[in-house]
């Protein structure tokens, strides 16, 4: 990006100039600093930040009440919200039957605020809004310490702006958990190497870890950069890095280590079903469906649980572009790569211990990584993951583009500059102007991509190409003319050719309704549909049904034992409706006149219904306000229910009813409904329903 900031010393001027006393230390002189900013600021700093959080709390809460979120996790908070069970485990159902995909940091996060202030819409979004802003001022602090108000003001926008962030973060997916975890551990890393102290490190391996008991491996993208800027960059002896890095690993593994080794030491008999997992233990859906998995797909010979369904294109170094998810996270990625290239050597002279260089490498790394890991990835893939890889673009955007801007604005073909210095600077003359001709080009190209979508993208369309030529045309003229008012005029350019597109898609995501399993932003270009509990992955193995219904999320507060006030019906309002003929009533759609009958005839059953799925189970969770038991997991595969385990639920009279499609099934499935329809009763108003009662087990 391009910045209007003086040169240094005429920008302390600026600052010495500022009205209002000195600050005294007291409340008062507190209180005005938290609006207004240290005295050192440029007097616009502060009024700007709190615009950008005002701009993102606005795009991350609007019409926060008709937010659909995902019911796979919404089902799972409101279960913990009825035992602390579930809510340990992250049980889909309050019986504890089985969990979701995923550890339950961030379901414990909306637990918490649904426990405080009622289950609700708003009460699982408040968390979520919250990381989404709270993000945002963790960036612009960060990238403003090494590199100026200017970049951090930049970052942040561009993080406010980023399409798929707006998206994911009016969603109960824990996506925005993860990503504020991540930063709160970059920024405890980047204190450690300024200071050479070892708790800062520790404190960022902490974070790191809880970032990992929210989404397993993915936490983990980030960490060969980590390691890399802290040994590079730290002002203490080898020896002593090392060993810092060590206790940091020791930390890094407890803090990611300790909620599974717990329950995988608890008996199976007395917890859930792990869900997602092959064997019912978390250190296999650690190195399977949520790690390798995701990686290496269905061909891993590790974690096959990653099936290469993907919903963001196919796997290479062209997926972050391509049709579907090009508009969702790629509109910087031209800028931050010539910046990130241009700002390392531009800082290529300076200490070991350089600030700057440290701060490049580390957003630097975490922008690559993520790239590489999500082009790359053979599993899995659902388009939302990659609000992780915003802040490294972010980032590295604004403090890179300053760099630039900088060496470009005070860079001349003076007298007396020796032949090979002037060579350099007029090299130097054309990268800034490449650099946001190259992003303004392709925010060009992603906006044809969806022409006719709307008259926001044909006004977005016009203010890239007019912005970026006024802005390239002006910093050409301006430099060779050493007009610096101009080139503050162009680089102002610059930031709106290269935020307007994304800009547009994030008010359409912002003002229009989203898949809540898979939520993106700007109109559809393709593919993308479907979701779940995404991880590094998204579903278990086996298919997803695509047209499985996202339910709707709730809203309010209800009274205990009731269903949330505010849901949908799952289905029709008679009889079941099968979508994929799964053995086990796989897609069933259970309606909401089959719900009452349930309940009504319940008695005493810990459990108010057996389905297939997820999917299912959640709906019908989330309408009954009833503990469901999801036989198969997410797509149905899972071994989560045995045949001698519903005896057993059944003889103690934990459970009366069971879905059972009439297609049959296979494996598992095959056996329990056989054994179903030979030994369970019909009930005739409903297709595929079955009750069975302790005298039917022999």
Same mark, same amino acid.
């Given at each position: ?7 240094? =010393? ?13 600050? $005294? ?13 240290? +005295? ?11 615009? !950008? ?26 279960? =913990? ?9 992250? @049980?889909?159902?309050? *019986? ?35 990381? &989404? ?29 980023? /399409? ?35 708790? /800062? ?46 206790? %940091? ?48 797909? %269905? ?9 290469? #369904? ?16 090009? =508009? ?13 290239? *241009? ?10 211990? $350089?600030?700057?260089?440290? %701060? ?17 990835? +053979? ?15 972010? #980032?590295? @955007? ?39 001709? @190259? ?64 800009? %547009? ?20 270009? =393709?593919?993308?549909?479907? &979701?779940?509990? *995404?991880?590094? *992955? ?25 269903? /949330?006030?505010?849901?949908? /019906? ?58 469901? !038991? ?9 071994? @989560? ?21 009439? $297609? ?6 095959? +056996? ?23 005298? $039917?087990?022999?």
């Amino acid at each position: 990006m391009t910045t209007l900031a003086p040169p240094p =010393g005429q920008e302390s001027a600026r600052r010495s100039h500022r009205a209002g006393p000195p600050a $005294d230390g007291g409340l008062d002189s507190r209180a005005r600093r938290l609006f207004t900013g240290p +005295e050192d600021d440029p007097r616009w700093a502060r009024p700007a930040l709190w615009a !950008i959080l005002l701009l993102a709390t606005a795009l991350y809460a609007w019409n926060l009440t008709s937010i659909t979120g995902n019911t796979f996790y919404d089902a799972a908070v409101y279960s =913990g919200t009825k035992s602390w069970k579930a809510f340990f485990f992250g @049980a889909l159902d309050s *019986g504890s039957f089985i969990t979701v995909d995923k550890p339950p940091f961030a379901l414990w996060v909306m637990g918490l605020s649904a426990r405080v202030f009622g289950y609700g819409t708003w009460q699982l979004m408040l968390p979520m809004v919250a990381a &989404g802003t709270g993000s945002v001022a963790l960036l612009y602090r960060q990238v403003k310490r090494d590199f100026g108000a200017v970049a951090g003001t930049i970052s942040a926008l561009v993080l406010t702006l980023t /399409p798929i962030t707006v998206a994911i973060t009016r969603d109960t997916n824990p996506d925005p958990v993860l990503v504020l975890l991540m930063m709160l551990g970059a920024a405890a890393l980047m204190k450690a190497v300024r200071n050479g102290k070892l708790m /800062p490190l520790v404190w960022s391996a902490v974070a790191i870890g809880f970032a990992f008991n929210t989404k397993m491996m993915q936490a983990y993208v980030v960490l060969p950069a980590f390691f890399l800027v802290y040994l590079w960059a730290t002002n203490v002896s080898l020896g002593r890095r090392i060993r810092n890095l060590a206790v %940091a690993t020791v930390a890094l593994v407890v803090s990611s280590a300790w909620w599974m080794v717990i329950v995988d030491l608890i008996p199976a008999s007395s917890r859930p079903y792990i869900g997602g997992s092959t064997d019912n233990t978390v250190w296999d859906l650690v190195i399977g469906y949520n790690g390798f998995g995701r990686i290496f797909g %269905a061909g891993s010979s590790v974690g096959s649980q990653g099936n290469g #369904a993907s919903f963001g294109g196919s796997s290479g170094l062209y997926r972050m572009f391509n049709e579907i998810m090009g =508009g969702q996270i790629s509109w910087l990625i031209p800028f931050a790569a010539i910046a990130l290239v *241009g700002g390392l050597v531009l800082r290529g002279r300076a200490p070991r211990t $350089d600030a700057k260089r440290a %701060a490049l490498m580390l957003w630097g790394g975490w922008f690559v990584l993520h790239f590489l890991t999500f082009s790359l990835a +053979e599993g899995t893939f659902h388009p939302y993951y990659v609000t992780a890889m915003a802040p490294g673009i972010a #980032a590295v @955007a604004g403090a890179g583009g300053v760099l630039l801007y900088r060496a470009f604005r005070e860079g001349s073909a003076a007298v007396g500059v020796p032949p090979v210095e002037r060579s350099r600077d007029w090299g130097r003359a054309w990268v800034l102007p490449a650099a946001v001709a @190259a992003g303004s080009i392709w925010a060009v190209v992603l906006l044809q991509r969806v022409s006719g979508s709307g008259t926001v993208y044909t006004v977005a369309e016009i203010v890239v190409a007019t912005a970026g030529i006024t802005s390239v045309l002006g910093l050409l003229v301006g430099r060779f003319t050493r007009r610096h008012r101009l080139m503050g005029f162009a680089a102002l350019a610059a930031i709106v050719a290269l935020l307007a597109g994304p800009a %547009a898609y994030s008010v359409s995501a912002a003002t229009s309704s989203t898949n809540g399993t898979n939520p993106t932003a700007g109109p559809s270009t =393709g593919g993308g549909m479907g &979701g779940g509990g *995404g991880g590094m *992955g998204g579903a278990p193995s086996g298919t997803r049904s695509v047209t499985e219904p996202s339910g709707s999320a709730p809203s309010g507060t209800k009274p205990s034992g009731s269903a /949330p006030s505010g849901t949908k /019906p799952s289905g029709s309002e008679s009889g079941t409706q099968s979508t994929d003929g799964g053995g086990m009533g796989g897609g069933t759609q259970v309606s909401s006149a089959m719900i009452s009958y349930l309940k009504k005839h319940q008695d005493g059953a810990t459990w108010l219904l057996a389905v297939s799925t997820d999917q299912t189970a959640s709906s019908v969770i989330l309408e009954s306000g009833q503990p469901v !038991i999801s036989m198969g997991g997410w797509s149905g595969s899972d071994n @989560a229910m045995t045949l001698a385990k519903l005896k057993s639920l059944v003889k103690s009279g934990q459970l009366h009813y069971i879905i059972v499609s009439s $297609d049959g099934g296979q494996g598992t499935n095959s +056996e329990i409904a056989t054994w179903v329809k030979a030994h369970g009763s019909a009930v005739s108003a409903y297709s595929g329903l079955y009750r069975l009662d302790a005298s $039917d087990v022999g």
